[in-house]
């Protein structure tokens, strides 16, 4: 299937050929909606901890005789009851990971490409052409295809792009090896460079693709 393959100042100069078998898929809801979670979950750090009542320190010895005080029973000062004690049902330290198979994560990435191209948010241009640090030009950039956020996946980052718009909340360049799923669907365009889009092509022709975190 062929793309339209535009310069950096919006001008069409051609086509793009890509594979049908990656860029136009069927969507599958509920395979994104799994590998979202996935992503998701692996960037939770897990590291919350309470003390039970085993973890307090102290309260070794029963605070009082069983009866003939008038007190209720009691056999630590550490018990949950008590000011200082343990908590019930304490959170400890746990992991988050959800297991997502390469393949399914390959196809879910695949398929999410293939609904950009069909709603008209995937961009594809020739190079990033960017000579001096200006954000008002990035601005423009910005303008020149109508879009309110903007995700750039390039092979190689543009030192003078990058300096212009990183004060810019609703722009953001990234290298395309390391795409993830929410960025994917959480920008209103998404601008692929030519070079990053015949790498995805090799990357997303084999089971092998990156997972990060």
């Not at 695949?110 to 995937?122: G, P």
């Not at 001096?132 to 003078?160: G, H, P, Q, R, W």
């Not at 365009?189 to 070079?195: G, P």
Request: glycine share 6%; proline share 2%.
């Amino acid at each position: 299937m062929d793309l339209n393959l535009f310069n950096f100042y919006g001008e069409n100069i051609g086509k793009l050929n890509v594979s049908p078998n990656i860029f136009n898929i069927v969507y599958n809801d509920n395979l994104i909606h799994q590998i979202i979670v996935s992503y998701l979950s692996r960037g939770r750090s897990g590291t919350k901890a309470q003390k039970t009542r085993s973890d307090v320190r102290g309260g070794g010895i029963k605070p009082w005789r069983q009866k003939g005080t008038g007190r209720a029973r009691a056999g630590t000062i550490r018990s949950p009851l008590w000011r200082g004690g343990g908590v019930i049902f304490a959170s400890k330290p746990r992991d988050y990971y959800k297991k997502i198979n390469r393949k399914m994560y390959k196809k879910g990435i695949c398929s999410i490409f293939s609904e950009l191209i069909r709603t008209d948010r995937l961009i594809i241009i020739n190079d990033i052409i960017f000579d001096n640090i200006k954000t008002k030009n990035v601005v423009k950039f910005l303008d020149l295809f109508k879009a309110k956020t903007m995700l750039i996946l390039s092979k190689n980052y543009n030192k003078e792009f990058l300096l212009s718009s990183r004060n810019l909340f609703n722009i953001f360049l990234q290298n395309v090896c390391f795409i993830n799923p929410v960025n994917l669907i959480k920008y209103d365009k998404i601008v692929v460079t030519e070079e990053a889009m015949k790498y995805l092509c090799e990357v997303l022709k084999w089971i092998k693709i990156y997972i990060l975190i």
